[in-house]
C-alpha cells in the first residue's frame, strides 16, 4: 500500500490552487544580494561533499577514467580489465586499510559525461546544482578556479569541494577531510583568519561527515574497538547540513550488493554483486538488525547483515556461488576456484566488521559540543523501498515502502531510533539536527529544489552565530 503523505505546506497549496492563486517563490536575489556581496571576514569557507558515487575516480597508470564518465576509453566493468579497475583489490588476511590500488578520486562529479549508444554527447547535471547555490552566494570555487573555468581576479578562494574514494572505509574519509578542512582555512586572507569551516554533505558525504565530526581524522582502530570520541573534527566546523544522508542505512545498499545495478539503464554498464561487494562503503550502508528492515520473509524477524554466515546461507554477494566468473576476472593470478572463493569470503567478513564497528562509532549517543549546529535536509514525498523480506532462496522482495526521497526514508535521514520497536512520543535520535527540512524532492532533486537554496543561503550568510 503506498503511504500516505500528508503536510501543513501541502494541504495550504491544495487551498490555494482551488482558490485560483499562483504559488509565488521567494525572491532570493532580493533577500540575499547584499549579504553575498559581503565577502568579508565574517564569513566561513565552505566546503562540499558529494555522496557515494559523486566523485570521479581515475587510474593515473593506464590514463582511464573508472568512475564519472561513459564515454570511449572509460572502464567497462563488464569487462575483466574494467573491473579490476572499479573493484577493490582483495588480499586474504590483510587489513582492509592496507589494501590499495592505483585509483585515485579527482574532482567532485558536478556533471556526468555519457557517450554511449543513443546518448552520445550528453552530460548528466550531479552536484552542480548545489555548486549553483554556492555561486549564488559568491563564493568562490577553489576547483573552478584552479582549473581557469572562472577567473576571480587573484582573490582569494571560499568554496572548496572535497572528493574522496567512496567505495573505501568511510571513516578513513576523515584524515582527508581534515586536510582540506584545514587548508581551507590557510586559504583565507591575512587579517581576517577564520577558525572554522562551514560544511554541505550530500547523502554518504553526510556519514562522513558526522563520523569527522565525532573523531576528528582518526580511523577507526583495527582491533575493533572504537576511537575516543573527542568531537575533535567539531572544533573546525560551525554548520554542518546534512542533506538526504542514510544515517540509518537504506535497504537499496543490500538489494545492490546482492543483485548488482545499472545504475542508468541505456547508459551504464551492469555492476555485477562481487565488483560491488569490494567496496566496504556500500556495506557501511546497510540497515541496522536492529531496526528490522531486512526480515525473514517467513517468520517475520529480523536477518543479522553482519553475520558473514547469513550471506553464505542465502547466496548473497561475494558469497554466491554464481560470481565464479566474475571472481575469476578479480582475481586472475589465483590459480583455483576455491582459493578465490576462500579470498572472497574473507573480504567480505571484513567488510561487515568494518560496517559494523562505523555503526557503533556513529550511533553512539552523545551530545554535540557548543559552537557546532548541525541541519538536516530530507525528502518525506516519495515512496522509499523500507523494509525488505528476504524469501527461502535468499531472493529480495521490497515488503513495504515508506515517506523518502526515493533513496532514503525519512526516518533513516532522522536516524529514529523508534524504528523496528513499539512507538514512543517524539523522535529518539543521536543525531542532535538542530534544523530539519523537509522536501518533496527526491535523492537528487533535493539540491535544487529553490527551498534548499533559501535554506543554505541564510544558514551560511544570515544566521546568528552561537
Known amino acids: 500500500m503506498r503511504p500516505l503523505v500528508a503536510s501543513v505546506s501541502l494541504l495550504l497549496t491544495l487551498a490555494l490552487c482551488a482558490c485560483g492563486s499562483p504559488a509565488r517563490r521567494a525572491d532570493l536575489h532580493a533577500i540575499y544580494d547584499t549579504a553575498a556581496q559581503n565577502i568579508g571576514a565574517d564569513r566561513n569557507p565552505v566546503l562540499v561533499i558529494p555522496g557515494v558515487l559523486g566523485t570521479k575516480l581515475e587510474s593515473p597508470e593506464t590514463m582511464r577514467p573508472v568512475w564519472g564518465s561513459f564515454t570511449y576509453g572509460a572502464a567497462d566493468p563488464d569487462t575483466p580489465e574494467g573491473a579490476r579497475l572499479v573493484a577493490l583489490p582483495m588480499e586474504m588476511g590483510v587489513p582492509l586499510s592496507a589494501i590499495r590500488d592505483e585509483v585515485v578520486p579527482t574532482t567532485v562529479l558536478d556533471t556526468l559525461s555519457v557517450d554511449v549508444g543513443l546518448l552520445r554527447g550528453v552530460e548528466l547535471g550531479a552536484y552542480i546544482d548545489i555548486l549553483k547555490t554556492l555561486a549564488a552566494g559568491d563564493y568562490r570555487d577553489e576547483t573552478l578556479g584552479e582549473s581557469g573555468a ?20 568511510i571513516a578513513e574519509q576523515a584524515g582527508a577531510l581534515h586536510d582540506l ?52 573534527g567539531a572544533e573546525f566546523v560551525e554548520h554542518a547540513i546534512l542533506v538526504g544522508t542514510p544515517s540509518a542505512g537504506s535497504v537499496l545498499s543490500l538489494e545492490q550488493l546482492v543483485e548488482g545495478v545499472n545504475f542508468a539503464s541505456l547508459i551504464t554498464p551492469t555492476y555485477q554483486p562481487s565488483v560491488l561487494g569490494s567496496m566496504p562503503a556500500i556495506y557501511q550502508l546497510l540497515p541496522r538488525t536492529r ?80 559552537g557546532l549546529t548541525m541541519s538536516l535536509v530530507a525528502g518525506d514525498a516519495h515512496p522509499t523501498p523500507d523494509v525488505i523480506a528476504v524469501r ?6 521490497v515488503a513495504s515502502k515508506a515517506p523518502g526521497d526515493n533513496t532514503v526514508t525519512r526516518t533513516s535521514a532522522l536516524m529514529d531510533e523508534r524504528v523496528g520497536g513499539p512507538y514512543k512520543p517524539r523522535v529518539r535520535t543521536p543525531a542532535h539536527f538542530e534544523t530539519i ?11 535544487r529544489d529553490p527551498l534548499f537554496t533559501n535554506f543554505v543561503l541564510y544558514t551560511l550568510l544570515e544566521k546568528p552565530r552561537n
Open 150 to 169: 572562472i577567473d576571480y581576479n587573484g582573490l582569494h578562494y571560499t568554496c572548496f569541494q572535497f572528493p574522496y574514494d567512496w567505495r573505501r572505509d
Open 181 to 232: 578542512v584545514l587548508t581551507a582555512l590557510a586559504a583565507q586572507p591575512e587579517g581576517a583568519p577564520r577558525e572554522k569551516v562551514d560544511i554541505v554533505a550530500h547523502s554518504m558525504g553526510g556519514m562522513v561527515l558526522r563520523y569527522y565530526l565525532r573523531y576528528g581524522p582518526t580511523p577507526l582502530p583495527e582491533d575493533g574497538s572504537l576511537p575516543e570520541l573527542d568531537w575533535e
Open 291 to 370: 531496526h528490522a528492515r531486512v526480515i525473514d520473509g517467513a517468520t517475520g524477524q529480523p536477518v543479522d547483515l553482519f553475520d558473514a554466515s547469513t550471506w553464505e546461507r542465502f547466496g548473497w554477494g561475494l558469497a554466491d556461488p554464481n560470481e565464479a566468473r566474475t571472481l575469476r576476472h578479480l582475481l586472475p593470478d589465483v590459480p583455483s576456484a576455491e582459493e578465490r572463493r576462500a579470498i572472497a569470503l574473507d573480504h567480505l567478513g571484513k567488510c561487515l566488521e568494518k560496517a559494523a564497528q562505523l555503526h557503533r562509532a556513529i550511533d553512539l549517543p552523545a551530545t554535540p559540543p557548543p
Open 392 to 397: 527461502p532462496d535468499g531472493s529480495l522482495r
Open 437 to 447: 527540512l523537509f522536501l518533496e524532492s527526491n535523492h537528487l532533486g533535493l539540491t
